[in-house]
């Protein structure tokens, strides 16, 4: 159980005796049970008929984050979701094939997302390490650029598309 401060007032009697403090000099939860006694109000267990407001339940900055990460770091599934990957790759092969390829094998179609996503794993997992080098504390385009260009794979990449 978390350590809390006590409440100074504790119940009608010392509402009275506490009354003789002056306002000033009072703690906030003091001037509220003062408030409250000249009110008319029996102490701190009774209030009148005010709804109290739920709040919701918030979690820390970087829990919900943390969580994800170790959820997706266990899992085997794709992170790219297969029917867009397939449109986008159909899309490709009618725009740079000469004959119109309208048929892809389901193995070609996974064997190429899966080395998409090798790809963008190592992209990603390189700008991460640039920045901590960096010392920043997020990743920026600069970053992405710059694993770019320094990995092996980019630079072959970059030579063949030109």
């Known amino acids: 159980m978390p350590r809390t401060k006590q409440l100074a007032v504790q119940n009608a009697a010392e509402i009275r005796a506490a009354s003789r403090v002056s306002a000033a000099a009072a703690p906030k939860k003091i001037k509220v049970a003062l408030a409250a006694a000249a009110a008319g109000e029996g102490g701190e267990g009774t209030e009148p008929d005010v709804p109290k407001i739920k709040h919701a339940h918030r979690w820390r900055p970087g829990t919900v984050s943390i969580r994800e990460i170790r959820k997706y770091q266990k899992s085997t599934e794709m992170m790219i979701p297969k029917m ?72 072959l990449y970059r030579h063949t598309m030109q």
């Open 84 to 155: 867009p990957f397939k449109r986008l790759v159909r899309e490709i092969l009618q725009r740079e094939s000469r004959k119109g390829i309208d048929r892809i094998q389901p193995k070609a179609v996974l064997a190429l997302q899966e080395a998409a996503e090798a790809f963008l794993h190592g992209i990603f997992a390189n700008s991460v390490e640039l920045m901590d080098h960096a010392n920043h504390t997020g990743v920026s385009l600069a970053d992405f650029q710059l694993a770019e260009r320094v990995s092996t794979k980019g630079q």
